[in-house]
């Protein structure tokens, strides 16, 4: 089933993702005419591969040349990122990064920052490109004060891809506010420490898919006001888990689709979280879903401790269907794969879980929790009004729990302290998938290099 399912999005990937998104999504004009129009290379705007000369002026330099009909090109070698950037105003245009750039300054915000921005993408041909963060110098030290390593902020219609995010100080990439957006093949890896996201997304019309991510806090993370998204092919290799939230006052979450989430050793499979608030979330389905070794797995928590309670009576989720997870969970006498803990009063409506089947790896029993939920499946009651609690304790292991493991799942964190090497974008981020894409990498040695779009 599983497999199937997986296949399926490889050959019909457009047509699914239709299905889900809003309408087309990525850059309009192809990388190959943006570079005939011009290539503005760094190299020729003060850059130096040396590792010690700062590359932040040269890109902003490059970006000015070429921001309205271009490519940005970083060719392969090292480089020393000393001053962040700010890239605004672009249009039709594509930043080619081949190179890896390290890390050198200090300063907080965002190391790369591209904003108002249209017709835009930033890759690697190679499919090698990459940003070393070097966080560990800053966690060492106990600070997750450090600079995030991407951030974008009204772009629309563009891609990213190829690319891999290392040891961010911070947050690894986040899209606020952007509109028909694709992000692909990446792998992101972080310290193993809260405080790191992979990737976060409040926006509009985005697909994410075929990504990995290792890190100890947000994996790929839905933040409101967020629409049309959709997440499929991912690993979570060692991480937070993927999630929607915190969510907190006049929340507008609809229309999120996850499917193939591969997560292990993490804290959860997936985690809606807020603690009072208001708004809704609807229309939220999350199928094809494999864990092993995570803390939690569903876990929805309108009660959610760690964050501070905000007014209102909370959130209102509605109309979300959990189907097809598969696997086994660390403790679930502790942490049963099933928490559906919904507020009092605002009560979660048409939740559906089906074709759930998930047990323990250690002890005998796990425990289902649901709460104030109202649906089919597990736990849940029918009908929709009131308050309400339940526990129940399951003593047998579920028929078809078994499920398939990534052959190279991480077997220890990276922790804090020392530099985390840059990983190779993986070939696959679910069991029995390839990338909907080849890598930019792997199209290269075979023909000639369309590099996305
Ligand atoms: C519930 O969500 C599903 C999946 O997004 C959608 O197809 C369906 O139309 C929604 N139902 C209602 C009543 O909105
Ligand atoms: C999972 O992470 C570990 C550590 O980064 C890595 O060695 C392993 O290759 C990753 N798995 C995959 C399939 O990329």
């Known amino acids: 089933m599983i497999f199937n399912a997986a296949l399926l999005a490889i050959g019909l990937a457009p047509l699914l993702a239709t299905a889900q998104l809003s309408g087309s999504v990525g850059p309009t004009t ?4 943006k570079a005939s129009n011009k290539i503005c290379n760094v190299l020729n705007y003060g850059g130096v591969a040396d590792k010690k000369t700062d590359i932040g002026p040269a890109i902003t330099s490059a970006w000015s040349a070429c921001k309205s009909g271009g490519v940005v090109y970083i060719p392969s070698g090292d480089y020393a990122l000393g001053s962040w950037v700010t890239l605004t105003g672009g249009k039709s245009t594509a930043i080619r990064l081949d190179g890896t750039i390290y890390r050198t300054g200090t300063g907080g915000g965002n190391m790369i920052f591209i904003e108002h921005t249209s017709d835009f993408e930033l890759f690697s041909s190679t499919s090698k490109g990459a940003v070393q963060g070097f966080g560990y110098e800053f966690h ?104 929607m939230g915190s969510l907190s006052s006049d929340v507008d979450i609809s229309d999120v689709v996850y499917r193939n989430i591969y997560t292990w050793s993490s804290n959860q499979m997936y985690m809606i979280k807020s603690n009072g608030g208001s708004g809704s979330v609807s229309n939220l389905v999350l199928e094809n879903f494999i864990g092993h070794g995570n803390a939690y797995s569903l876990d929805i928590d309108q009660q959610w401790s760690s964050m501070s309670t905000v007014d209102g009576d909370g959130v ?61 499946g597990a736990c849940l009651k029918s009908g929709s009004g009131g308050s309400y609690s339940t526990t129940v304790t399951v003593k047998t292991a579920p028929t078809g729990y078994s499920a398939a493991t990534m052959a190279a799942d991480l077997k220890t964190a990276f922790g804090t302290v020392s530099s985390i090497p840059i990983p190779t974008i993986p070939t696959s981020f679910y069991p029995g998938a390839t990338p909907i894409s080849a890598l930019a990498g792997a199209a290269k040695t075979t023909s000639t290099c369309s590099c996305g779009n």
């Not at 990504?211 to 049309?228: I, L, R």
């Not at 939740?351 to 939920?373: H, L, P, R």
């Open 140 to 243: 060492k030290k106990g600070s997750l004060s450090g600079p995030r390593i991407l951030r974008l902020y009204e772009v629309t219609d563009f891609s990213v891809h190829d690319l891999a995010l290392v040891d961010s100080p911070s947050f690894h990439f986040s899209m606020d506010t952007c509109e028909n957006g694709e992000v692909y093949n990446m792998a992101i890896r972080g310290g193993n420490s809260g405080g790191l996201d992979g990737i976060d997304v409040w926006s509009t019309n985005i697909w994410v898919h075929d990504v990995e991510v290792t890190n100890k806090d947000e994996c790929v993370t839905v933040k409101s006001p967020a629409k049309n998204i959709l997440v499929e092919n991912i690993y979570c290799n060692w991480s937070g888990g993927c999630a």
């Open 316 to 376: 209102q989720l509605n109309n979300i269907t959990i189907k097809n997870w598969k696997g086994t969970e660390a403790n679930g006498a502790q942490r049963g794969p099933i928490k559906v803990n919904c507020a009092a009063d605002a009560p979660c409506t048409d939740v559906t879980i089906e074709d759930f089947a998930m047990w323990t790896e250690s002890g005998s029993y796990q425990k289902e929790i649901c709460n104030n939920a109202y649906g089919s």
């Open 30 to 33: 192809s990388y190959t005419t």
